[in-house]
């Protein structure tokens, strides 16, 4: 059996953390087998396309991005209640030691309770064009590089995310990566005619829940009913499923990003994805993964 891990360099980099080599070298093989025209890639948003940290200061996620528009920002009551449900579950969702089954309840009592709030706020989407272009969250590096090689290589590639669905489809456009091969599945508003926000447009997507509830019927499961072998790339444990919902896969490579209480979690992120990086800002491992399958030749 090929050893590919060896073929690729950057797998062997200290920060790269693979708890099991023989199968990711088999899913490695399989991959590269099927080729790109049987592949697609699903990513996370929040702190998986867009940095962890810039120097040491944690990002912004997309609803923290949202709390920033003006007519939020001016909202006393919005913002008590916004920044206390953070301080309640934030620490919850990222908390190693609680088991996820364990997180799933209070995660959906997170989101219902986020869309009760921003309920009856008015907006625009000059509002939010302002904002995201104000905060300009860092993509990581190499990521508008891999976008447009995963265009140019007419990839499908999902945009999966549990944030605010309307900040994060703004910041892939303006950020030059929204292109036609990327499909965004995530927590849209909904807004009456005058601008006032009701609610999300479907069931409440948050970080547990991303699986095959949210994708079925959709697009992109239609797009790729044929391509049975799936990159997903997440930050947050329950990412990793986010490719559940296509049963058709046969193979998915699931690619961790770790920042928060690295020594407590890297037990359960090596049980839960394929190749762990630690304290990554970049998008080098995944794209010389991708070159790798790109340029395979059995
Ligand atoms: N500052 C806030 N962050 C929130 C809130 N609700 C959820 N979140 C964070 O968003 C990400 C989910 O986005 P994804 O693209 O990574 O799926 C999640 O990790 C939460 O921490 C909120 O009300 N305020
Ligand atoms: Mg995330």
Not at 55 to 65: E, K, T
Not at 106 to 117: D, G, P, Q, T, V
Request: hydrophobic share 40%; net charge negative.
């Amino acid at each position: 059996m090929p050893d590919i891990i060896d073929q690729i360099p950057i797998l062997s980099k200290r920060n790269v953390q693979i708890k099991n080599k023989d199968k990711l070298n088999d899913m490695l093989l399989n991959i590269s087998k099927g080729g790109l025209k049987k592949l697609q890639i699903v990513f996370d948003f929040d702190k998986t396309i867009t940095k962890q940290h810039e120097d040491g200061v944690p990002h912004l996620s997309s609803f923290a991005i949202f709390s920033k528009i003006p007519s939020c920002l001016n909202n006393e009551k919005y913002q008590e209640t916004v920044r206390g449900l953070r301080l309640k579950y934030y620490p919850i969702e990222m908390d190693p030691h609680i088991p996820v089954k364990d997180k799933i309840e209070l995660m959906e009592e997170w989101w219902n309770l986020s869309e009760k709030a921003i309920s009856g706020l008015k907006l625009t989407q000059k509002d939010i064009d302002e904002v995201c272009l104000d905060c300009k969250p860092a993509l990581r590096e190499g990521c508008k590089e891999f976008f447009s090689t995963l265009n140019k290589a007419k990839v499908p590639v999902l945009v999966f995310s549990a944030g605010c669905g309307d900040i994060v489809l703004t910041i892939l456009q303006q950020s030059n990566v929204f292109w036609p091969n990327v499909k965004v599945i995530s927590n849209f508003l909904n807004f009456h005619d005058d601008g006032t926000i009701t609610g999300f447009k479907d069931k409440p997507i948050h970080v547990f829940n991303k699986n095959e509830y949210a994708i079925k019927n959709t697009d992109f499961y239609n797009l790729v009913e044929d391509r049975n072998n799936a990159i997903v790339l997440g930050d947050s444990l329950g990412d990793a499923s986010m490719a559940q919902g296509m049963e058709h896969c046969q193979n998915v490579l699931k690619i961790g990003f770790l920042y928060e209480h690295i020594e407590d979690a890297l037990p359960q992120y090596l049980d839960t994805f394929d190749i762990v990086l630690v304290d990554d800002q970049t998008m080098d491992v995944p794209r010389a993964v991708f070159d790798f399958i790109r340029n395979y030749h059995c």
